[in-house]
């Protein structure tokens, strides 16, 4: 699942907009906005190049977020 705030803030903090963006990746503006809201997902290859553009050595914690939080829960056996 990507973390939408994260990709969204990163697109914004290296001067891009989402249309700059679709237009990189070869997609529509509908179809990345899709992609960043998790309707759909990303290809590896459409990672990939976002990892490039923006100079992210490890994109799991944007592309591959996990939306639970177990830090607030307890293991009950």
Do not use: P, W
């Amino acid at each position: 699942m990507t973390d939408t705030l994260k990709l969204k803030a990163l697109i914004v903090e290296h001067g891009y907009t989402q249309k700059d963006v679709a237009k990189m990746l070869g997609l529509s503006a509908q179809s990345l906005n899709k992609k960043i809201h998790n309707k759909t997902e990303f290809k590896a290859s459409e990672i990939s190049r976002l990892c490039a553009v923006f100079g992210i050595e490890n994109g799991t914690t944007i592309f591959f977020a996990n939306r639970v939080d177990f830090s607030s829960t307890s293991a009950q056996c």
